[in-house]
């Protein structure tokens, strides 16, 4: 009882967003992430002798797809996150109720 767990969902996500846009060497480094299975589409489509619209179409319908996929990723993990928030919520209302001199005392 007393034990708050939120702030290491929070902490995991700050860690998450600093490893992938800290520093200088983490943009460069990932400056083309994402950009490698596009280029094998477009290079794919293009070595089977297909016309320019075409290799075009499956450039633009690649970064489509990857962007509603990167979409659906964030929703996902937000939903997550709120969930996570609203049960510790939840826990700590249980707790403060049934036993309010504990948790006032852990404070």
Known sequence: MGFVRSGHEAWCSVCSLRAT???????????YRGTGPIRGLILGVAAA???????????????????????????????????TE?????????????GPEFEKAAA
């Open 21 to 31: 846009s800290g520093s200088a060497d983490h943009r460069r480094c990932h400056s």
């Open 86 to 98: 609203m049960a510790d919520l939840a826990r700590e209302k249980c707790e403060l109720s049934e």
């Open 49 to 83: 002798d297909a016309s320019k619209s075409n290799v075009l179409l499956a450039g633009v319908a690649g970064l489509v797809a990857g962007a509603m996929s990167m979409a659906a990723g964030e929703h996902v993990s937000v939903s997550s996150q709120s969930d």
